[in-house]
């Protein structure tokens, strides 16, 4: 029972540790944003993109190695799919490089804003005033 007890400890300190939690909140922002993304290639860039290349569907392109005959299926590579799955994965690159470098360029100006400086303090204030008064008596 001992080793369930640490083993279990072991692994409540684990999941509650500060990077577990943030690969947890990664996970699950980072899926319902494959969903945004998949949305946005499937539901915005894809259909302008197929009526410029005239409906092109790749996936039903295959090269037939023996025909089916009566109820025995035929065998073929299946080529189109493989095709149609790596022009997906450039456009959801392309569309995912194009939000990154807008999240970036977003970032990048909000570093390049100067720090606002903070008030001094009366201590501060007045450890100013006995230096100055210090400085004029030399």
């Known amino acids: ?41 499937g539901d915005i860039v894809m259909p302008p993109l197929g009526l410029l290349i005239g409906g092109v569907n790749f996936s039903n392109l295959a090269i037939t190695l023996k025909e089916a005959v009566g109820e025995a299926p035929g ?14 994965f450039l456009i ?6 194009v939000v990154v470098k807008g999240i970036n360029s977003l970032k990048r ?10 008030e001094p303090t009366n201590e501060e204030r007045i450890l100013a005033e006995i230096r100055d008064l210090l400085k004029q008596k030399a």
């Not at 100006?109 to 903070?118: C, D, F, G, N, R």
């Open 1 to 41: 029972m001992g080793v369930f007890r640490g083993f279990f400890g072991e692994f409540k300190r684990f999941a509650v540790r500060g990077n577990a939690v943030d690969m947890a909140v990664g996970i699950v922002i980072g899926a319902a944003f494959g969903k945004i993304v998949s949305s946005l290639v």
């Open 75 to 88: 065998v073929a590579i299946g080529y189109g799919k493989f095709v149609q799955a790596f022009v997906d």
């Open 92 to 97: 959801v690159a392309f569309a995912l490089f």
């Open 109 to 118: 100006e909000e570093e390049a804003k100067p720090a606002p400086v903070p």
